[in-house]
């Protein structure tokens, strides 16, 4: 069984804050990792992708991965209220098979 | 802009009266995906293709078909809608031949029945 782990939250921080969200896999040949950001009745967006160890920083969001210990955290720095919603990490287990989805965690970012 | 389109973004039903939600998408992307989002639940694959190439979920009820008539479209035929089929239902393209296999969303169509 494939399995994305994420813990479901809710996640709250203080505006300015960093918020750490943590993802772990159970595939150790897992190839790449995706972070989605889901507001309230909207369709998930695509927010950061990765497929290298180490970080990948993109504006206030930086991606982490660590292959050998099968965990992927995403940063958010200096989070703002609009930043509030949950945010789903996906994996690519194999090629092109389809994309194993977390149940994602909720933040808030309480102002 | 590229992009997923789906139509209808809301949709109301009967139980029992089948409903077409419809996917469409620029990217050019030979991928396609269904997926089934019930409230605080990740995303549930219900079908994808690979070009004409169909693929169904094992645990996908019989009661959900779909259809890939060309590149750009896709719909997805719910034939006798029950009340637990009442969900958000997206649609997402991916390519292959990529090193990421990133996969992008449309906007959704929040089914209702009655």
């Known amino acids: 069984q494939k399995e994305v782990e994420q813990n479901s939250g809710p996640l709250s921080v203080p505006e300015g804050a960093i918020a750490s969200l943590n993802c772990t896999y159970s595939d150790r040949g897992s190839q790449s990792f995706f972070w989605y950001r889901q507001y309230s009745g909207k369709s998930p967006e695509l927010i950061m992708s990765i497929y290298s160890n180490g970080d990948k920083e993109d504006g206030r969001f930086t991606a982490q991965l660590n292959k050998a210990s099968q965990y992927v955290s995403l940063l958010i720095r200096d989070s703002q209220p609009s930043d509030s919603a949950t945010y789903l990490c996906a994996v690519n287990i194999e090629g092109n098979t389809p994309l194993v989805f977390g149940k994602g965690t909720r933040l808030s970012v309480i102002a | 802009d590229a992009m997923v389109i789906q139509n209808p973004r809301y949709q109301v039903t009967q139980f029992g009266k089948p409903v077409t939600l419809s996917c469409s998408q620029t990217?050019?992307?030979?991928?396609m995906y269904w997926y089934q989002q019930k409230s605080s639940q990740a995303p549930k694959l219900l079908f994808h293709y690979y070009d004409k190439d169909f693929n169904n979920e094992a645990d996908t009820p019989d009661n959900f078909q779909s259809r890939r008539p060309n590149t750009s479209f896709c719909f997805l035929d719910i034939r006798s809608p029950g009340l637990g089929d009442a969900a958000m239902y997206l649609c997402?393209?991916?390519?292959?031949?990529?090193?990421?296999?990133?996969?992008?969303f449309g906007p959704g169509t929040r089914l209702t029945v009655l």
């Open positions: 997402a393209t991916s390519r292959t031949g990529t090193s990421l296999n990133e996969q992008f």
């Open positions: 990217l050019n992307h030979n991928v």
